[in-house]
């Protein structure tokens, strides 16, 4: 089996997404995942950007990772310095190479390009790094210049080569008839770097290997410049699952990968997103339900597991009964025919309506159903919230232990007064139970100041999950009735 490298262009390319700019520590938090993860390189930045990037790929490279540590360079000495400077191993050189670029942005001819990409390439050997010459914009670039550039590079010491669909303009055909060209007149490594401007990236990527490339740049979650870029998680599972190739990547990381990138650069991971989106391994039709119950091959390509995703049987207008009755067993409920059928025309009425059931609303339907009252187990007795402009936020809060009969009282800061007050029902509740908040998302229902306010949170007990919704027009309100009925729910 062909053993394909992976070079994560997360920490650069992926944070070259318009808005996002990442701390030093928040580079070398992912920096550190994308190397237990296994990935070969990490493009750690642009050395030249400023001295914030610097000190992150120095925090990066002082940390004695296994992952080769890289930047982005032009092909200019101030900008390999700057690597230099970072400790780095090696750098990505970038030349550009399609006649507009030379034309327009560098006002270079293809001599001028070529004699300052080779001095470049000379000077980073020179200071010892391992060289990756790389051809911007060359899917729009001519390719016996491509082959000239990858060819004069090697004579002077360039290590790897690749090519890059900057604006994202090849199809699959097309990039495994170029990569095989440019594999039968290179002798050196030949990587691919594809972005997602036609939704194309990680075909591309893929038809790229085939073509004979042995090294793809990706990104986590598949961010980056405009569309993005090819994601690192679908390349490396489409890799495995449908080509046959493999990766050193730990493949049952992707999922925790995904949500820390996500979470330290503020974009959140669509849920239909392949591969690590929530809705990846959700099924919520009843045809598709009774089918994956008899066999889940049926409705999943694969274990969801095998990428640190998980299964999620949702419960809506398209459910059918089976589905139900087995979200009743995994709750450990027990229920007759007619009770069951009564549960099931309650959850149809209220997806007619348009809703969506979460746990706590199926839970509501069963008590309703079962003639069961609410059991609480931990109530709010007090909670006061104190924030403003010189404050930094602060709540405390008084929680009934109902079963033990004491009160858990607790204070904690957040960064504002829906955080601290979350932070001191956590810390109240972690002498009773282990439960994790996993997830917390708001959604406005209306316009104005006075709008309804939905929060949804997600919270966690060993392996079990519940999510509630709660709405109410006081975020902070919303936000601790949502906590607070997880919590009996996992406690129950
Ligand atoms: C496709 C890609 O992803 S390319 C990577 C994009 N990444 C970045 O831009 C990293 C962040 N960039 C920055 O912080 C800044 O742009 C810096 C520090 C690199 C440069 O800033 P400035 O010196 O102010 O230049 P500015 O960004 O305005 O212009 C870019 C210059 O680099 C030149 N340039 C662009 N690419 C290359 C290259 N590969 N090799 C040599 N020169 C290049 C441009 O022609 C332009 O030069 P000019 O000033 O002579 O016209
Ligand atoms: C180098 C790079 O990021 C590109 O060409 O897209």
């Known amino acids: 089996m062909k053993k394909v490298r992976i070079f994560d262009t997360t920490l650069r390319d992926g944070e070259q997404t318009p808005g996002v700019s990442l701390t030093p520590n928040d580079k070398l938090e992912i920096a550190k995942k994308l190397d237990e993860l296994r990935v070969d390189v990490i493009e750690a930045g642009s050395a030249i950007t400023s001295k914030g990037e610097r000190e992150a790929i120095k925090l990066i490279t002082k940390e004695g990772l296994d992952a080769e540590i890289c930047s982005f360079v032009r092909a200019l000495p101030v900008d390999i310095d700057a690597a230099l400077e970072c400790d780095v191993d090696s750098v990505h050189l970038v030349v550009p190479t399609s006649p507009i670029h030379m034309k327009y942005k560098l006002r270079k001819t293809e001599d001028e390009v070529l004699e300052s990409a080779l001095k470049a390439v000379e000077y980073a050997k020179d200071h010892g790094l391992i060289v990756e010459l790389s051809a911007?914009?060359?899917?729009?670039?001519?390719?016996?210049?491509?082959?000239?550039?990858?060819?004069?590079?090697?004579?002077?010491?360039?290590?790897?080569?690749?090519?890059?669909?900057?604006?994202?303009?090849?199809?699959p055909q097309k990039s495994q008839e170029l990569f095989k060209k440019i594999t039968e007149n290179v002798n050196l490594p030949v990587s691919v770097h594809c972005h997602n401007d036609f939704g194309m990236a990680t075909a591309n990527t893929c038809s790229a290997i085939l073509g004979g490339a042995i090294q793809c740049h990706v990104t986590v979650n598949g961010i980056g410049e405009r569309a993005g870029n090819a994601s690192l998680e679908e390349v490396v599972t489409a890799l495995k699952v449908l080509y046959g190739y493999k990766t050193n990547v730990r493949m049952?990381?992707?999922?925790?990968?995904?949500?820390?990138?996500?979470?330290?650069?503020?974009?959140?991971?669509p849920p239909n997103k392949a591969i690590v989106g929530d809705n990846a391994f959700a099924h919520e039709a009843g045809i598709h339900v009774d089918g994956l119950i008899k066999n889940t091959?049926?409705?999943?390509?694969?274990?969801?597991?095998?990428?640190g995703n998980r299964r999620r049987i949702i419960l809506g207008k398209h459910s059918g009964r089976k589905a139900l009755k087995y979200k009743l067993d995994l709750m450990g409920i027990k229920v007759n025919e007619e009770q069951l059928n009564q549960i099931y025309?309650?959850?149809?009425?209220?997806?007619?309506?348009?809703?969506?059931?979460?746990?706590?609303?199926?839970?509501?339907?069963?008590?309703?159903?079962?003639?069961?009252?609410i059991e609480e187990k931990v109530k709010l007795d007090e909670l006061t919230v104190v924030s403003g402009n010189k404050i930094t936020p602060i709540a405390s809060v008084k929680l009934h232990h109902i079963g033990e009969d004491i009160f858990l009282i607790e204070t904690a800061y957040g960064v504002g007064p829906v955080d601290a007050?979350?932070?001191?029902?956590?810390?109240?509740?972690?002498?009773?139970?282990?439960?994790?908040?996993?997830?917390?998302?708001?959604?406005?229902?209306?316009?104005?100041?006075?709008?309804?306010?939905?929060?949804?949170?997600?919270?966690?007990?060993?392996?079990?999950?519940?999510?509630?919704?709660?709405?109410?027009?006081?975020?902070?309100?919303?936000?601790?009735?949502?906590v607070m009925e997880g919590i009996n729910m996992l406690l129950s």
Not at 147 to 159: C, Q, R, S, T, Y
């Open 297 to 307: 091959e049926t409705y999943e390509p694969i274990k969801p597991e095998m990428v």
């Open 136 to 171: 911007e914009d060359a899917t729009r670039s001519d390719i016996n210049f491509l082959i000239k550039l990858f060819n004069e590079g090697e004579k002077v010491g360039a290590d790897r080569v690749c090519v890059c669909d900057t604006v994202g303009v090849l199809t």
């Open 345 to 373: 025309n309650k959850i149809k009425e209220l997806g007619d309506l348009g809703k969506y059931i979460s746990d706590a609303d199926l839970l509501a339907i069963i008590r309703e159903v079962l003639g069961k009252d």
């Open 421 to 482: 007050a979350i932070n001191a029902i956590k810390k109240a509740i972690s002498g009773v139970a282990d439960i994790k908040l996993e997830e917390y998302r708001v959604e406005a229902i209306g316009g104005g100041t006075d709008a309804l306010v939905e929060v949804i949170v997600k919270l966690r007990k060993g392996s079990e999950i519940v999510e509630v919704r709660k709405s109410d027009v006081d975020i902070i309100r919303a936000s601790v009735n949502a």
């Open 252 to 269: 049952e990381k992707l999922y925790d990968v995904s949500r820390v990138v996500s979470r330290l650069m503020k974009i959140p991971v």
